[in-house]
């Protein structure tokens, strides 16, 4: 491997045996006193990727976790993350030698998508839990696989995003429990129909897009851009692939739908009951896709089988929409009903299951966390499909079971993409 890539295997051990002749033993009775926690019970973590997003994993997203480790493979961002954690912090500019680490429990992964699934897999694999950016995979395959990996080495898995359990989710001026709750119970009657558009307080970054006249630019010093690419075709460098704008290209991310899909989309899943199934029939209504950029849309249908559907309204037509609407009733955006006594009905019924909300008691009982893996890949497939479908540009037919398209040669290629070698699933 090209040593620009990384510190040199010899020089890390080396500096890493140089300290050993520093350490004292401590008691631990001395280090983890009276109303303070013993050091075997504080977890630790390492951050890979802090750029933009990377930077709120440092102290802002699990503080309870002690930070030991940042990685990126732009100097510029590694060095301002090593300022911000302090003194016990070390920088890598290659993930791999942060998971040979023994010392850090939690893995925390914001790059860019096209690096989700092979990090993740890499920690599972070296014993670590793992934090995930959204969206979870850049590709169905891909979640399959992490699904794999996590399962079989017994890791705990999370994604971040939140809203199927705690905070307003979004415009509806409320958390999903009682929207949940109300479904559940079979207040609106069935099938429903969810329509996710500006009015109903959703913002799909409707023109977060790609460029088609990118010229080749010369690459900054402090970044690799090579190994930034990693499993990604290579494309000449130009500084709007790379970083803040990257998700307008389909090689790393999905646009705006890509960005924000999965925070949107996952709480629908959660409250539709559909954590184990995935739509059946996918339909996107768009300007024909460039093979590298990508472009707006307008509309994105998904349908189960049970017909219950999915609108994705991305120009925001349909204003006087309810969020949910099923045969019995409606509910709009604020919470507002169409059903008499809505209220008084809802605190009579039963609450959802309940989940493990907190990602360190999560990892200390080794119980699932509320969005793992397991849901995670299904949400992050309703984006994968409409992705699928914008490139496709046709009507979809899915076999949620098996998790592949029907008689379709052409769409499913898009579940397993090649990677650039030499990395591979």
Not at 142 to 153: I, M, Q, S, T
Not at 243 to 260: E, K, Q
Not at 313 to 328: H, L, M, S, V
Request: overall charge positive.
């Amino acid at each position: 491997m090209n040593k620009n890539h990384r510190y040199t295997r010899r020089s890390f051990l080396k500096g890493s045996l140089a300290g050993l002749a520093t350490i004292s033993i401590v008691p631990r009775h001395v280090l983890g006193g009276p109303g303070q926690t013993p050091p075997s019970e504080v977890l630790t973590k390492a951050v890979i990727g802090v750029g933009g997003m990377g930077k709120g994993h440092l102290k802002s997203i699990n503080p309870t976790a002690k930070l030991l480790a940042v990685c990126d493979v732009d100097d510029a961002h590694l060095q301002e993350a090593v300022k911000m954690g302090g003194p016990e912090v070390k920088g890598y500019k290659d993930f791999r030698e942060v998971l040979e680490r023994k010392d850090i429990d939690i893995v925390h992964i914001p790059t860019p998508p096209h690096w989700h699934a092979l990090i993740s897999i890499a920690a599972a694999k070296a014993g670590k839990d793992i934090w995930c950016e959204k969206p979870m995979t850049r590709t169905i395959g891909e979640g399959e696989a992490v699904l794999k990996a996590v399962a079989e080495h017994k890791r705990i898995f999370r994604l971040n995003t939140w809203f199927r359990f705690e905070s307003g989710f979004y415009g509806m001026e409320t958390t999903v429990k009682p929207i949940k709750k109300a479904v559940q119970n079979g207040l609106l009657g069935w099938p429903l129909k969810v329509t996710l558009n500006a009015s109903t307080g959703f913002d799909w970054k409707f023109y977060w897009v790609g460029r088609t006249d990118l010229i080749p630019q010369p690459v900054p010093a402090q970044l690799d851009y090579d190994f930034w690419l990693g499993p990604a075709p290579f494309k000449p460098y130009h500084p709007h692939r790379v970083h803040g704008t990257f998700r307008g290209y389909w090689d790393y991310d999905g646009g705006g739908l890509g960005d924000m899909g999965q925070h949107y989309l996952d709480p629908v899943q959660y409250i539709l009951g559909k954590d184990n199934e995935s739509p059946t029939e996918i339909e996107a209504d768009a300007p024909p896709q460039d093979a590298d950029a990508v472009g707006t849309w307008r509309r994105i249908r998904m349908k189960y089988a049970d017909g219950c559907e999915i609108i994705l309204d991305g120009e925001n037509k349909e204003t006087d929409a309810a969020f949910i609407a099923g045969p019995e009733g409606k509910l709009f955006k604020g919470m507002k009903s169409d059903i008499a006594n809505f209220e008084a009905k809802l605190a009579q019924l039963p609450d959802p299951e309940p989940q493990v909300t907190d990602f360190v008691e999560a990892v200390k009982t080794r119980k699932k966390f509320a969005l793992n893996e397991s849901n995670g890949h299904r949400s992050c497939t309703l984006v994968n499909l409409g992705k699928i479908a914008l490139q496709t540009g046709r009507v979809l037919r899915f076999d949620s079971k098996a998790q592949r398209f029907v008689n379709d040669k052409d769409a499913n290629s898009y579940i397993n993409q090649p990677m650039r070698a030499p990395w591979k699933i």
